[in-house]
């Protein structure tokens, strides 16, 4: 991940900004190179990065994270505050004085800054132009690193093990929950940092996202397993759709609908391609065979974030670059009865693209015998 | 969880509010009595409760988890929208209008809305009063309901039904991994639905937070296993410490501190005491012994957060009521050393309190005879 604070420099620069100022998990961790480990958990904690054009930078921790962070950071002033008695977006506003960017402008995480630190920060300085920083965040992480990739495509792999072991040993009479068992257990034992999954199976294969249930497998119920797990803190995102026992006609025909939908969007998956275009060829091909799409998305961007741009849909005119890492996701619920539903990862590349899921394949209809 | 509403509704009144707004997965999860999936893990698809003093309500989501609500949600009136083409800030301020509640003042989760919708619900309604609902929300969730006490009860002993079989299974050569897989195993088995884990080892063991490496596990090593377990979106905290092999003199003499210490403030734990004479008792005993405690809380509230009301800290003057579960965590770190922390929870009863983690004990440090 060398280069981060390189490539927020130079976009920090091309938008005019003083200073750049992060507070989500993601965008605090792409900067610093690690995640501090109560920062996506406990929102009283906030964990803040300052960057400025000039190639100073801080970060504002709480105390008990501050002994971790002088090891790990990246950004090697560390600032820290005590929870109970400091409030840190006063440390952040100091820190802008001291580094003499309050004349901004500032680039902001105005989507996540939560409206009373807007309106303290807006105290200490009335009138600096304080300017939404999400496109610019999101430009910047958008190409992998050779670094960031290698997280991508062990992740990606590990947790399509994870699938190739689920379903191996799925049997009626399991739970969904002791399937997500044994996926959680192959993904810790490969090397997988953390993960959390949906496990959805008969009706509820039918929702967008089931969290596993104490529900029972039986023969004959349509089985969707997604799995999202995280290395180095990057994301992974891969789903398998099965039927325990036979699949119907009815099962075979979506799943072939899909399948071509997916084929047709792939084959113009390479540089330069307009990800609205990949979402219209889906989705009409969808549509041309009776099946509208259940989510407005092909796929999205995979990296610090599950989802991140670019999300494939109808309104991004975003243009493909080598680099990019993202999931396909061809998506039809039928609620009440059953879905369907396969997700990979896919790295764009000078060529065309490289799959890195490639561990398990569902280009039918997983069947699995009675066992 | 009967009576969150309710809970809610008092409490509104009391402030004299129009209505109240949650946005925050936890205070949404409150009213709704479940949490909407992709609600913790992506931030862009808002999630939001509207609650009136006269008895309205209403839920807002993405459309892709509006099927999922309309079955599980406790509030039936599900309003949802479309992520790339629709503002949920938007339809907030239509139902604002709708129930006739836009002349406030409205409640509203001030720490969590993001700046960017916050000046969004201001063009709207530019002097509507919003009124930071955090002290309401922490207040109604304090006093947790028979159905709450049972979720917590449950994911408490799971997790410390984990720590006995980590401490059976520990030893040298695995590593902090590795045991960790063997902890997240036995809660998934014992039915809890997630879990994430900090396990440190020698000088490891000295850091506040340390997620699990591939760092082996040596004799001599002092090992902290902390596990934070939920189910049914309660969250559970405990905290076990051990040597593989023997202790030393000084690692007994910092044990046998902390336990005292914390005698000392379980003897004051039951309704009527305030929590920062819990602090006080505690850190006095720890000073005395030389010993200043590395965070500067003693025990923290726990329920559909894993940190919340009451912090038991020096400057809160809450005063503890049956009902409210909290942990106790004596904590001392010597960063690049070790570190000593044992956690549990605790149920205030109207005679005292019960302890919710009694599978393992930890009275003095946990000794691994080599195997």
Same mark, same amino acid.
């Given at each position: 991940?060398?280069?981060?604070?390189?490539?927020?420099?130079?976009?920090?620069?091309?938008?005019? *900004?003083?200073?750049?100022?992060?507070?989500?998990?993601?965008?605090?961790?792409?900067?610093?190179?690690?995640?501090?480990?109560?920062?996506?958990?406990? $929102?009283?904690?906030? %964990?803040?990065?300052? *960057?400025?054009?000039?190639?100073?930078?801080?970060?504002?921790?709480?105390?008990?994270?501050?002994?971790?962070?002088?090891?790990?950071?990246?950004?090697?002033?560390?600032?820290?505050?005590?929870?109970? %008695?400091?409030?840190?977006?006063?440390?952040?506003?100091?820190?802008?004085?001291?580094?003499?960017?309050?004349?901004?402008? #500032?680039?902001?995480?105005?989507?996540?800054?939560?409206?009373?630190?807007?309106?303290?920060?807006?105290?200490?300085?009335?009138?600096?132009?304080?300017?939404?920083?999400?496109?610019?965040?999101?430009?910047?992480?958008?190409?992998?690193?050779?670094?960031?990739?290698?997280?991508?495509?062990?992740?990606?792999?590990?947790?399509?093990?994870?699938?190739?072991?689920?379903?191996?040993?799925?049997?009626?009479?399991?739970?969904?929950?002791?399937?997500?068992?044994?996926?959680?257990?192959? +993904? @810790?034992?490969?090397?997988?940092?953390? *993960?959390?999954?949906?496990?959805?199976?008969?009706? $509820?294969?039918?929702? +967008?996202?089931?969290?596993?249930?104490?529900?029972?497998?039986?023969?004959?119920?349509?089985?969707?397993?997604?799995?999202?797990?995280?290395?180095?803190?990057?994301?992974?995102?891969?789903?398998?759709?099965?039927?325990?026992?036979?699949?119907?006609?009815?099962?075979?025909?979506?799943?072939?609908?899909?399948?071509?939908? $997916?084929? @047709?969007?792939?084959?113009?998956?390479?540089?330069?391609?307009?990800?609205?275009?990949?979402?219209?060829?889906?989705?009409?091909?969808?549509?041309?065979?009776?099946?509208?799409?259940?989510?407005?998305?092909?796929?999205?961007?995979?990296?610090?974030?599950?989802?991140?741009?670019?999300?494939?849909?109808?309104?991004?005119?975003?243009?493909?670059?080598?680099? #990019?890492?993202?999931?396909?996701?061809?998506?039809?619920?039928?609620?009440?009865?059953?879905?369907?539903?396969?997700?990979?990862?896919?790295?764009?590349?000078?060529?065309?693209?490289?799959? *890195?899921? %490639?561990? %398990?394949?569902?280009?039918?209809?997983?069947?699995?015998?009675?066992?």
């Amino acid at each position: 991940m060398a280069g981060a604070l390189d490539r927020l420099n130079l976009e920090m620069r091309r938008e005019g *900004l003083a200073a750049l100022v992060a507070l989500s998990p993601e965008n605090v961790a792409y900067a610093i190179g690690y995640m501090v480990p109560s920062h996506p958990h406990n $929102r009283a904690r906030r %964990t803040i990065t300052v *960057l400025t054009a000039d190639g100073r930078s801080a970060l504002i921790v709480v105390s008990v994270e501050a002994e971790l962070a002088r090891q790990q950071s990246r950004v090697k002033d560390v600032r820290s505050y005590n929870q109970f %008695t400091e409030k840190p977006i006063d440390v952040l506003a100091d820190v802008l004085r001291e580094f003499k960017v309050a004349a901004g402008p #500032i680039g902001m995480e105005m989507d996540f800054l939560p409206a009373l630190d807007y309106l303290r920060l807006r105290e200490h300085f009335p009138t600096l132009e304080l300017r939404p920083s999400r496109e610019l965040y999101l430009r910047a992480r958008l190409v992998k690193s050779s670094d960031e990739i290698a997280s991508l495509r062990r992740i990606a792999e590990i947790s399509d093990r994870a699938e190739a072991v689920a379903w191996r040993e799925v049997r009626a009479g399991m739970t969904e929950k002791q399937l997500a068992a044994i996926i959680t257990n192959t +993904v @810790l034992e490969e090397g997988g940092d953390g *993960l959390r999954l949906l496990v959805g199976a008969g009706e $509820r294969s039918g929702i +967008v996202n089931p969290k596993p249930t104490d529900r029972g497998l039986g023969m004959d119920d349509v089985i969707r397993v997604e799995v999202l797990a995280n290395l180095n803190n990057y994301q992974s995102n891969v789903t398998r759709t099965g039927v325990l026992g036979q699949s119907t006609t009815e099962q075979r025909r979506i799943w072939a609908v899909l399948m071509e939908a $997916r084929s @047709l969007a792939l084959e113009r998956l390479r540089p330069g391609a307009v990800v609205r275009d990949l979402w219209t060829i889906y989705a009409a091909h969808m549509r041309k065979h009776g099946l509208e799409p259940s989510i407005s998305f092909l796929g999205h961007g995979i990296g610090l974030s599950g989802h991140e741009e670019p999300y494939i849909t109808s309104d991004k005119d975003l243009v493909l670059e080598p680099g #990019i890492v993202l999931t396909y996701e061809p998506f039809y619920m039928m609620p009440g009865r059953m879905g369907f539903h396969i997700e990979d990862m896919f790295l764009v590349t000078e060529q065309g693209y490289e799959n *890195l899921t %490639t561990v %398990t394949t569902n280009e039918t209809l997983i069947e699995v015998a009675a066992r």
